[in-house]
Antibody
Framework: EVQLVESGGGLVKPGSSLKLSCVASGFTFSSYGMHWIRQAPKKGLEWIALIYYDSSNKYYADSVKGRFTISRDNSKNTLYLEMNSLRSEDTAMYYC?????????WGQGVMVTVSS | EIVLTQSPTTMAASPGEKVTLTCRASSSVSYMHWYQQRSGASPKLWIYETSKLASGVPNRFSGSGSGTSYSLTINSMETEDAATYYCQQGSSYPWTFGGGTKLELK
């Protein structure tokens, strides 16, 4: 059974940093691209980052480019999202999701709240 | 960036009613994918590559379309189908979602 479990969220002040993790199981993690997708409270879904299976390529939404970094450790079956210079508009549920041009499995999400 | 516009934004349907949700892309895409999100839950892949049902999706659902116009159809609305449905394109970076259609039970 495919499982994606996010962690690392919380309440932080504007301008601060946070690192999210997503532990994967039930599939060959090192063979798949992985994404981060977020959803602000009562809003729609926003794709924010993709990393290739071998970390050779990374793509970001303009809204997070230069502030967020996606990475992975295939030896630990873990995906990361390092978030710097956080803003109030980054407040959202953050999901990790599997695969390439569509997202066939999603985690349960982790909440990030940016507020003073 | 390809902008996806879903319509309607909200709708209500009675049990047994046929429902059609639409998604229009600002530029042509190869496929459209659809997700169902129930209140308080993570989104689930529902239809992929325009017309393929994800595992466990009832066959009263179907998807169709091409180019810039796509749709998701429920042949006969059931209580459990009340949810928000999002379309998504992965043909062109950045991947984008539509704003969602909230489908309620009448």
């Amino acid at each position: 059974e495919v499982q994606l479990v996010e962690s690392g969220g919380g309440l932080v002040k504007p301008g601060s940093s946070l690192k999210l993790s997503c532990v994967a199981s039930g599939f060959t993690f090192s063979s798949y691209g992985m994404h981060w997708i977020r959803q602000a409270p009562k809003k729609g879904l926003e794709w924010i980052a993709l990393i290739y299976y071998d970390s050779s390529n990374k793509y970001y939404a303009d809204s997070v480019k230069g502030r967020f970094t996606i990475s992975r450790d295939n030896s630990k079956n873990t995906l990361y999202l390092e978030m710097n210079s956080l803003r109030s508009e980054d407040t959202a549920m953050y999901y990790c999701a599997k695969d390439w041009d569509y997202f066939d499995y999603w985690g349960q999400g982790v909440m990030v709240t940016v507020s003073s | 960036e390809i902008v996806l516009t879903q319509s309607p934004t909200t709708m209500a349907a009675s049990p047994g009613e046929k429902v059609t949700l639409t998604c229009r892309a600002s530029s042509s895409v190869s496929y459209m994918h659809w997700y169902q999100q129930r209140s308080g839950a993570s989104p689930k892949l529902w239809i992929y590559e325009t017309s393929k049902l994800a595992s466990g999706v009832p066959n009263r659902f179907s998807g169709s379309g091409s180019g810039t116009s796509y749709s998701l159809t429920i042949n006969s609305m059931e209580t459990e189908d009340a949810a928000t449905y999002y379309c998504q394109q992965g043909s062109s970076y950045p991947w984008t979602f539509g704003g969602g259609t909230k489908l309620e039970l009448k």
